[in-house]
């Protein structure tokens, strides 16, 4: 991600949504960037504002925070382990770290700028990470040591991943610095060789169209599905694992979307750069608004 694409982001996340404090100590976000849904809450990351909120997906109301502003890092993306603890990446500072148990912030590794996404192999337990630059590199990262093992390297531009029941990961294209050349598609990668190759995909409500553009994040809902997202023209798509066939789910009224993430009842929910709102949508496409607040 690029330094003036990054500073453009910060602008308007600052004009759209100012920082608020509530009466409980919790920050409203600036924005909502990664999204993970935990123990009937879902957890959202703040770039710019430098947080990490539980939320309530019902009503909104913030219920638990973690603050980094005192270690001036920007969390992006966060996946939870089985004890609780969180590990989290800052594309920005180029830091991998977690939240333990008893709710301290660590650093587990430093990198380059640029680490952005992070999943678990639900199989294997293993935690990868990913760059969000061209010719970067997919590690493995122990969430206790920090040490890092490099996967795979010499990738596009990767963003929000997630593994399949084919034990593959589907990995998004996106770029910041190609959003008008519509750089995108998907790619799947054989973590235990490193391998990977473009995943096809056809559109059959809209044959003109031939790839995803622009696409952020993927979940699976390890059920022959796959949940694509494209920002800029935000929108969700229902894949079909084995056909590939790809349809609309859901469209955004929101100018860019970040981030997705599934709950226990397959709603699927949808981060925005600027916004301190989150959207879901039920399992017909339905679409409901939430705002973060105290």
Not at 246 to 263: C, E, M, R, V
Request: hydrophobic fraction near 40%; charge should be negative.
């Amino acid at each position: 991600m690029s330094k003036p694409i990054i500073f453009l982001i910060c602008f308007l996340s600052i004009l759209s949504c100012q920082e608020e404090t509530t009466s409980n100590n919790f920050r409203v976000p600036i924005a909502t960037n990664g999204i993970t849904y935990h123990d009937d809450l879902i957890w959202v990351t703040d770039l710019i504002g430098q947080s990490i909120t539980a939320v309530d997906p019902q009503t909104g109301i913030m219920v638990k925070q973690y603050d980094f502003r005192s270690f001036n890092i920007g969390p992006d993306d966060l996946v939870f382990l089985e004890d609780g603890s969180i590990i989290w990446t800052a594309p920005i500072a180029g830091k991998v770290g977690k939240i333990t148990t008893e709710g301290k912030i660590v650093v587990l590794a430093e990198e380059e700028s640029s680490i952005n996404p992070i999943t678990q192999n639900t199989v294997t337990n293993e935690i990868f990470i990913g760059q969000q630059d061209f010719g970067g590199a997919l590690k493995k990262i122990n969430p206790n040591s920090g040490l890092l093992t490099t996967v795979a390297t010499e990738l596009p531009s990767l963003n929000g991943f997630a593994f399949a029941e084919d034990n593959l990961l589907y990995a998004p294209l996106f770029n910041m610095d190609r959003l008008l050349d519509g750089y995108g598609g998907i790619i799947k990668i054989n973590t235990l060789t490193g391998l990977f190759e473009d995943w096809e995909v056809s559109f059959p409500e809209d044959p003109n169209k031939t790839k995803f553009k622009n696409t952020t994040a993927i979940k699976s809902d390890l059920n022959g599905s796959i949940y694509v997202l494209e920002s800029t023209t935000p929108a969700v798509y229902k894949v079909n694992l084995d056909s590939g066939e790809a349809y609309k789910f859901g469209t955004l009224p929101s100018i860019a979307a970040d981030n997705i993430a599934l709950d226990k009842n397959d709603n699927v929910y949808v981060t925005t750069f600027i916004q301190n709102i989150v959207f879901v949508f039920d399992k017909d496409g339905n679409r409901r608004k939430i705002t973060i607040q105290n």
